[in-house]
């Protein structure tokens, strides 16, 4: 049983504030993604959760307990590093098995323990090799078996994936996966990869600057982002953002950028109202779009198409509205290219619009 609770944890180097203030409750058994852009203070957050790191504000809790001061060695945790930290001179057998034998885990014990996790891993063939003989992912393997043997009731996992090559880390994530599944503890997993981060979350922290920025499940995150940070970090091609400002209309509230306008659906347009007249950045997610016949002022963008970007099962193309590139996404059943006229009904329930000066949801949060 492990609860992780973070009570008004900072943390600096000299004068660098690495975590400000974190308040937050992992949940026994959850699966909890730290995302969020190299520097946020990820490897920092997991470090003091390992005990590796002190801390120069606040508390953090197991369960109950103040773990401040608790020494690496005593919590009960298993981290695997981003670099892996294998040692080069041991075999398989002997790097999975060493933090056992460490701590006196009789010779049968750790037999039985290496075979079960190189097996659960797929690398029992390989247990006489050294890392050097091995691959990226085989040594990946090595690493989260090392932490598995050790049944802590802690797992914590440092961007474990990033030295992988794409196919690999995808299969890779379906496996890390599964191992919370059959482990069945606390799994904190820090990415920059907001990918990773949608796949394998039961829920997301986004920080910036060490600041949290929003914690929720990945829906939450993905369709009602808090700020404009938070919304521009999650998806791949971005979300598109349109400067413009909110006007009153017989339609109710509806964005204005130069000729270009869109209008909201009432609930939207009603929880805008008290908005109008600021500056606010429109987002609209390439995904938010259907291909129709004939321009509708207000429903729909439309112009001449900049470029196409065929991407195997879909693909995207760009236009300029008022000014500004946008990325759409269409099916592959579309048959357009540079210079053709298009016209593209937006799914005006998932707009998302933000305000301008403090860069906060409008509308959620
Ligand atoms: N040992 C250290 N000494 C000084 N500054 C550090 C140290 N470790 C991290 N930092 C700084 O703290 C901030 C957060 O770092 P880190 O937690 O490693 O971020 P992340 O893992 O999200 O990339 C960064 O500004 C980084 O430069
Ligand atoms: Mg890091």
Redesign the pocket.
């Known amino acids: 049983m492990a609860r992780i609770l973070f009570d008004n944890v900072t943390k600096y180097?000299?004068s660098?504030k690495?975590v400000d203030n974190l308040n937050l409750e992992i949940k026994d058994k959850e699966f909890l993604v730290l995302l969020?852009p190299?520097?946020?203070?990820?490897?920092?957050?997991l470090n003091m959760i390992a005990g590796l790191e002190e801390l120069s504000k606040g508390d953090i809790y197991f369960d109950q307990q103040i773990v401040n001061f608790m020494p690496p060695h005593i919590r009960d945790v298993a981290m695997v590093f981003q670099s892996y930290a294998l040692y080069p001179h041991k075999n398989v057998f002997e790097n999975i098995g060493f933090g056992l034998k460490m701590r006196k885990y009789d010779t049968a014990e750790i037999d039985r323990r290496v075979r079960d996790a190189a097996e659960r891993l797929h690398i029992e063939h390989l247990l006489d090799r050294l890392p050097s003989q091995l691959s990226g992912g085989q040594r990946q393997r090595v690493a989260l078996g090392r932490a598995m043997v050790r049944q802590p009731s802690v797992f914590l996992m440092d961007e474990p994936l990033s030295n992988l090559d794409a196919a690999l880390r995808i299969s890779m994530r379906a496996e890390i996966k599964q191992l919370h599944h059959s482990m069945q503890t606390t799994f904190v997993y820090?990415t920059h990869d907001q990918a990773e981060a949608l796949t394998l979350a039961d829920r997301i922290v986004v920080?910036k600057d060490?600041v949290v920025q929003q914690i929720g499940s990945p829906d939450e995150i993905y369709e009602r982002p808090e700020n404009l940070f938070v919304g521009s970090f999650l998806g791949n091609p971005p979300i598109n953002l349109l400067v413009g400002e909110l006007v009153s209309d017989n339609a109710g509230v509806i964005f204005q950028k130069g000729r270009f306008k869109m209008e909201f659906q009432e609930e939207i347009s009603t929880k805008l109202q008290p908005h109008i007249g600021k500056s606010v950045t429109l987002g609209i997610r390439p995904e938010d779009v259907n291909e129709q016949g004939a321009a509708v002022p207000g429903l729909s963008v439309s112009g001449t198409v900049n470029t196409v970007l065929p991407m195997g099962s879909e693909q995207y193309v760009s236009m300029t509205i008022e000014g500004t590139e946008a990325f759409f996404r269409l099916g592959k059943e579309h048959k357009h290219k540079g210079g053709d006229n298009i016209s593209l009904d937006i799914n005006r329930n998932r707009l998302h619009v933000f305000d301008q000066e403090t860069e906060r949801s409008l509308l959620w949060g």
Do not use: D, E, L
């Open positions: 180097y000299a660098v690495a969020g190299s520097g946020c203070g990820k490897t920092t957050t820090v920080m060490g």
